[in-house]
């Protein structure tokens, strides 16, 4: 099955710093998002964006399907940004099944 | 406002004592599904709906049932719990893009 891969596993910015995520994966994809677990365990969305660019205030992603990865990028981080990053992607061969495969996330620390 | 809901979002049971996690929506989806998040393996996805009366198997359905019988509810059935069913489960539903519960917390002694 597809496997989806995130890097780097684990970071840790002062607040004000900026920072890429990178999601690659190996398979072609209907769907890709991204999500933020806060510490609470809560799943929010952030993107979807099985191709393309957007933004959403300091937060902004890009994937580039044809070559099977996706960027999320953070600028000027604060503390209420930390949490882990999860890139989950929907295989184009699910058929009715809209699940989701889900890479095991970047752990973010944001310090004052 | 459009959510999706989960009950209970703590749970702490013993083996064997059934139990079910309720899971609605109100963002009329007709596609459900539900997760287990598990350290270093990720979220897996347990059962799907595509509609009322129409459920299957995700990948790892085993010691789970599941029953939909009306469009907003999707409830998660544990006959059996045991130990290693400890897990964070989400409830998720939407058209192409996922939007997810607030997710349970399930501990099974």
């Known amino acids: 099955g597809i496997q989806v891969e995130q890097s780097p596993p684990d970071l840790i910015l002062q607040e004000g710093a900026n920072s890429t995520l990178r999601c690659n994966f190996s398979d072609s994809v209907n769907n890709l998002q991204w999500f933020h677990q806060n510490p609470w365990g809560q799943l929010i969305n952030l993107f979807y964006?099985?191709?393309?660019?957007k933004q959403n205030g300091r937060l902004s992603a890009t994937t580039v399907a044809t070559e099977r990865y996706s960027l999320l990028y953070i600028s000027s981080s604060q503390t209420t940004d930390s949490g882990v990053y999860f890139c989950a992607v929907g295989p184009s061969n699910a058929g009715n099944n809209r699940k989701l495969i889900w890479g095991l996330g970047t752990s973010l620390a944001v310090n004052p | 406002e459009a959510q999706v809901t989960q009950n209970p979002r703590y749970l702490i049971t013993v083996t064997g004592k059934k139990l079910t996690v309720t899971c609605s929506q109100n963002m009329n989806h007709e596609y459900m599904s539900w997760y287990r998040q598990d350290p270093g393996l990720g979220l897996r996805q347990i059962y799907y709906s595509m509609n009322v009366e129409v459920t299957d198997k995700g990948d790892v359905p085993e010691g789970y049932k599941v029953s939909r019988k009306e469009k907003r509810n999707f409830p998660l059935i544990l006959e059996s719990p045991s130990p290693n069913q400890t897990s964070l489960y989400f409830c998720a539903t939407g058209g192409v893009e996922q939007f997810f519960g607030p997710g349970t917390r399930l501990t099974v002694l």
């Open positions: 964006i099985p191709s393309g660019t």
